[in-house]
């Protein structure tokens, strides 16, 4: 029996310093009977340091590793997230715009609210009429005040961070608490073993580094799920067009200036462009399709929307490769991050995709080679599985736009860029509401289908209510709206604002668990 013991991941960031941390915090009591986990950095090769949005997913797998939510704020010019704000994306109008909030529907689980919004349709958004977390957000609110332990809130959030930031607070934690060796090198050779297994990775700086399962971190450039294992690589750029982003990190007009709660997406004639507060600037980025528009004028676009606080910034431009491995996990290496894939970040799937990986290898870890196969199968299909669903997701923001002012809103509405199962499902929905119960099978959705919901009828969708359908939960419908009434009222007079609250964190603390 080859017993899996050692752990090599190739490549930093937030990829690799996350999963480390993952691995290394679930098999602890390993440490002493010979597990080691090693991760390999290039001294030399800059991560790439833009996302900066994050899912809730985020504070379960901190807490978990043993991370201080203080210290992430105080270390990495953390903020929090409440959800993202989706503004131009229906009708492109200065008018137009909806939340996609980070809290489920009041008594989700027990009523279905949208048939009623839906059938007593009034001035109040579906957002409103469910939960409270959009009025939050308009009022510039945290989701927490100081008194509340950390990783507890009295709304759902994530965070905003500084990516570069983060992974070095991960690293430091990686290293000085959970025990992860750390060994700056240059991989320049990939050895594969007489079944073709990696068996070591050769260094320039002479060093030698084997290992039982290896983790390809190293970004776009695959050296070992591409490389090496020669994983095909699967385009999705003819569902999701976006292929550019230009980005630029821009100062507040004031230090005390407001910080939005919440991811900022503003529709653009060819793509959108995020806006996400930090305590101390914003990361403003425009991603788009070079097929619908020049970067100059893509440029121009971005500049236009900062304003004159844009004039002596620099735009940093990424390409984006839309798509993802034919497979994550071959043979004894397995992907995570940008090796794995990448899709535009307009949900903050990437870190998600990163935790959901890194929580799957740590909990299945093969005991031994001779069962590796049979766990990459499986996290090969619940990968594949997540890609897909990501990949619908996004596209439902493109699919259901009313905007036909330019090619790339035209081009994201023809039937053959859509996805057959998304197609399949916007039939389905015009008809039958999404909810708990119906089309999400797996037990970790990324998107669950309040999601789904609130992004539908932000953008205008309605789904047809029979006559009877709604009659027998009409008592539970109305109580539900009730307490989200209540529960709006209590959070917007009692949350502190968002930058008093970060302020308050890094000078006091939150009372560690």
């Given at each position: 029996m080859h017993e899996i013991q050692n752990i090599v991941i190739v490549g930093g960031g937030t990829a690799g310093w996350l999963t480390a941390g993952v691995i290394a915090a679930k098999h602890q009591a390993r440490r002493q009977h010979g597990f080691t986990v090693t991760l390999v950095e290039s001294p030399n090769v800059p991560t790439i340091g833009v996302g900066e949005g994050t899912w809730p997913t985020l504070r379960s797998t901190l807490k978990k ?418 307490d989200n009434q209540m529960q709006t009222q209590r959070l917007v007079s009692s949350l502190p604002g968002h930058r008093d609250l970060i302020d308050k964190i890094k000078r006091h603390g939150l009372q560690s668990i």
């Amino acid at each position: 029996m080859h017993e899996i013991q050692n752990i090599v991941i190739v490549g930093g960031g937030t990829a690799g310093w996350l999963t480390a941390g993952v691995i290394a915090a679930k098999h602890q009591a390993r440490r002493q009977h010979g597990f080691t986990v090693t991760l390999v950095e290039s001294p030399n090769v800059p991560t790439i340091g833009v996302g900066e949005g994050t899912w809730p997913t985020l504070r379960s797998t901190l807490k978990k590793m043993g991370v201080s939510e203080t210290e992430l704020f105080r270390q990495c010019d953390a903020s929090f997230k409440q959800g993202a704000r989706f503004n131009r994306w229906t009708t492109g109008a200065s008018d137009d715009g909806y939340y996609h909030p980070l809290m489920l529907p009041q008594h989700f689980g027990q009523v279905n609210l949208a048939p009623h919004w839906l059938a007593d349709e009034g001035s109040t958004t579906f957002c409103d009429t469910v939960t409270p977390q959009g009025r939050i957000c308009d009022e510039g609110l945290g989701p927490k005040t100081i008194a509340t332990p950390e990783y507890d809130g009295h709304a759902n959030y994530a965070y905003h961070l500084d990516a570069g930031k983060f992974s070095h607070f991960l690293q430091r934690h990686c290293c000085d608490t959970l025990g992860v060796r750390h060994v700056k090198a240059d991989v320049t050779e990939v050895r594969l073993d007489e079944s073709g297994d990696i068996a070591s990775l050769d260094a320039e700086q002479g060093v030698s580094i084997a290992g039982d399962l290896f983790v390809d971190c190293t970004g776009f450039a695959a050296l070992l799920i591409g490389g090496a294992m020669k994983v095909p690589f699967r385009s999705c750029t003819d569902v999701l067009f976006c292929d550019t982003a230009l980005a630029m990190q821009v100062p507040y007009d004031l230090p005390d200036d407001p910080i939005a709660s919440h991811t900022i997406s503003t529709a653009q004639s060819a793509g959108w462009i995020w806006d996400i507060g930090l305590p101390t600037r914003r990361g403003v980025g425009h991603v788009f399709s070079s097929s619908h528009i020049s970067v100059d004028a893509a440029e121009q676009e971005l500049r236009d929307y900062i304003g004159p606080a844009a004039r002596d910034l620099t735009a940093r431009r990424l390409a984006i490769r839309a798509g993802h491995r034919e497979q994550f996990w071959a043979r004894n290496c397995v992907a995570v991050g940008l090796a794995a894939g990448f899709l535009e970040p307009l949900e903050a799937s990437a870190i998600v995709l990163i935790e959901l990986s890194a929580k799957m290898i740590a909990e299945q870890m093969p005991a031994c080679r001779e069962v590796m196969d049979v766990v990459a199968r499986r996290f090969n299909d619940t990968t594949s599985y997540r890609w897909g669903r990501i990949i619908d997701f996004l596209k439902l923001h493109y699919a259901l736009t009313k905007r036909t002012d330019t090619e790339f809103w035209r081009d994201n509405v023809r039937p053959e860029t859509i996805p057959d199962r998304l197609m399949g499902l916007m039939e389905l929905w015009r008809f039958q509401s999404p909810w708990v119960h119906d089309e999400f099978d797996r037990a970790e959705e990324v998107f669950p289908s309040a999601s789904y919901q609130y992004v539908l009828y932000g953008m205008g969708a309605r789904t047809a209510v029979m006559p009877g359908t709604i009659d027998d939960d009409l008592a539970l419908a109305r109580r539900a709206r009730h307490d989200n009434q209540m529960q709006t009222q209590r959070l917007v007079s009692s949350l502190p604002g968002h930058r008093d609250l970060i302020d308050k964190i890094k000078r006091h603390g939150l009372q560690s668990i």
